[in-house]
C-alpha cells in the first residue's frame, strides 16, 4: 500500500467537508432571494444534487472525467463503480513517491463535492418555472454532456490541460459553463409571470456566509496539499472576495443611492468566482486587482442583463458566467511561474501565447455550454414538458410540486 502525507489527507478531507457544506449554503442563499412561495422549490433542486450526482458521479462521473482519454475529450469507465482501485491508490494528483501526495479515495471525493454544486448554480437563473421532474433529467444530461467532457478536457488530461490551459479551482469547469447554461435556459424557457421580491434576507445572508466559509476550502482545497499554494489560494480569496464586495456596495450606493445588502452579498460571490480559476498562480496584488474587476464588470453585466430583459432571476449568468470568463482572462495576464511553478507567466509577465489559450479556452467552453444547454432543454421539453403550467407558476411551486410550504400553513 502506497504511504501518503497525513497531514495533506487531513488538509483535504477537511477541503472537501467545506465544499459539501457549500451546497446547502447556496440551498439558503437561493432561498431567501425568491419569493415566500417558491423556495423550497430551489432548495430541493440544491439538496437533490446531494443525491442525484453523489449516483452519478460513483457509478461513470468520476471515471468519465479522470480514467484514461478518449481522443482528448472523454476518459473511459476502467473504474466506474470505483473498480480497479482501492484505499491504497494514489490519486492523479499524487506525485506517486512514497510518503507524498493524497489516496484516489479522497480525491475522488472531494472532486465529487466540486461537481455536486455546479449544476444547481444554473438553478437560480430559471427558478419559480421549471418541473421538479425535468430539472432532475437536466441534472443528469447536463452533467453527462458538458461537465465531464469540460471536466475531463481541463483537468482531467484531456486536449485543453494537454494544450496548457490552467484553471485552478474553475473558472472554466465550473463558473463559465454554469452561468452560460443558466443563459441558454433564461433564452430557452422565458420570463416568468411574477417577479416575485425577496422573501428572506437573513436566509440569504446566512447562505452566503456559508457559501463564503466553504470557499476557502473550494480554492485552498485545489492545492491538493498543505503547501504555499494552499497559503496563496486561501489569502487570494479572502482579498478578492472582501474587495468586489465593498466596490460594489460603494457601487449601488453611487448609482442608486443606497448600499444594499444584496448588493454586498452578491459583490462577495462575483469576487469569489473570478478569483477561483486564479487563485493559486497569482499574487496577493493581483487578486486585489481581481476584486476590484469583479466589482465593476460583474455588476455592469447585470445592469445590461436587466436592459436586455434577460429574466436571470438571481444573476446566475452576470456573476458565475461573466465572473468566471473574467477570472479566466485575469488568470492569462496575472498567471505568474513566481507564484507557482507548476503554473505559467502571464501576458504581464510576458506571455502573451499564454493569455491567447485561456481566452479561446473560456470561450470553447461557454459556447459549448450555451449550444449543448439548449439542446439538452429542447429534448427534455419535446420529451416530459420543461416549465410548469402557468397557473402552477401563479399558484407557487411549493404547495403545487411538493406540496410542502416554508412557514406553515
Not at 444584496?262 to 462577495?268: E, K
Not at 511553478?341 to 506571455?351: E, I, M, R, S, V
Not at 461557454?366 to 420529451?383: K, P, Q
Request: hydrophobic fraction near 55%.
Amino acid at each position: 500500500m502506497t504511504a501518503f502525507d497525513p497531514t495533506s489527507e487531513l488538509f483535504m478531507l477537511i477541503a472537501t467537508a467545506l465544499v459539501m457544506f457549500m451546497t446547502p449554503g447556496l440551498a439558503f442563499f437561493y432561498a431567501g432571494l425568491v419569493g415566500q412561495k417558491n423556495s423550497i422549490s430551489i432548495m430541493m433542486q440544491s439538496f437533490a444534487a446531494l443525491g442525484v450526482t453523489t449516483l452519478l458521479w460513483v457509478s461513470v462521473g468520476y471515471s468519465l472525467c479522470f480514467s484514461g482519454d478518449f481522443y482528448g475529450v472523454i476518459g473511459n469507465l476502467h473504474q466506474a463503480f470505483l473498480l480497479n482501485v482501492s484505499s491504497g491508490t494514489a490519486s492523479p494528483v499524487s506525485s506517486g513517491i512514497p510518503g507524498l501526495g493524497i489516496p484516489l479515495y479522497v480525491f475522488f471525493a472531494y472532486e465529487m463535492m466540486v461537481v455536486i454544486i455546479t449544476p444547481p448554480l444554473i438553478t437560480g437563473a430559471f427558478t419559480n418555472r421549471v418541473k421538479f421532474s425535468a430539472y432532475l433529467v437536466f441534472l443528469v444530461c447536463w452533467q453527462l454532456f458538458i461537465y465531464y467532457p469540460i471536466a475531463h478536457m481541463v483537468w482531467g488530461g484531456g486536449l485543453l490541460e494537454r494544450w496548457g490551459v490552467l484553471d485552478f479551482g474553475g473558472g472554466i469547469v465550473v463558473h463559465a459553463i454554469a452561468g452560460m447554461s443558466a443563459l441558454a435556459s433564461v433564452l430557452y424557457l422565458g420570463s416568468r409571470y411574477i417577479r416575485d421580491k425577496p422573501q428572506n434576507l437573513y436566509m440569504a445572508g446566512v447562505g452566503m456566509a456559508i457559501l463564503w466559509f466553504g470557499w476557502f476550502g473550494f480554492t485552498a482545497g485545489n492545492a491538493f496539499a498543505v503547501d504555499n499554494i494552499a497559503v496563496v489560494a486561501f489569502l487570494n480569496t479572502a482579498i478578492a472576495g472582501g474587495i468586489a464586495s465593498f466596490v460594489w456596495m460603494m457601487m449601488d450606493w453611487t448609482l442608486e443611492g443606497k448600499p444594499k445588502f444584496i448588493g454586498f452579498l452578491t459583490g462577495g460571490l462575483a469576487g469569489l468566482v473570478v478569483i477561483t480559476p486564479a487563485a493559486g498562480y497569482v499574487s496577493p496584488a493581483a487578486a486585489m486587482l481581481c476584486g476590484l474587476a469583479a466589482g465593476i464588470v460583474c455588476y455592469l453585466a447585470i445592469a445590461f442583463k436587466n436592459r436586455r430583459h434577460w429574466d436571470d432571476a438571481l444573476d446566475v449568468w452576470g456573476v458565475h458566467g461573466v465572473g468566471g470568463i473574467l477570472g479566466i482572462g485575469l488568470l492569462g495576464v496575472f498567471g505568474s511561474l513566481a507564484i507557482n511553478p507548476g503554473g505559467a507567466n502571464g501576458l504581464y509577465f510576458g506571455g502573451s501565447v499564454f493569455l491567447g489559450k485561456e481566452l479561446a479556452a473560456v470561450a470553447f467552453a461557454a459556447a459549448f455550454a450555451f449550444t449543448v444547454t439548449y439542446l439538452i432543454l429542447f429534448g427534455i421539453d419535446r420529451l416530459m414538458g420543461v416549465r410548469v403550467p402557468k397557473e402552477v407558476e401563479l399558484s407557487g411551486l411549493d404547495q403545487e410540486l411538493h406540496g410542502e410550504l416554508a412557514y406553515g400553513d
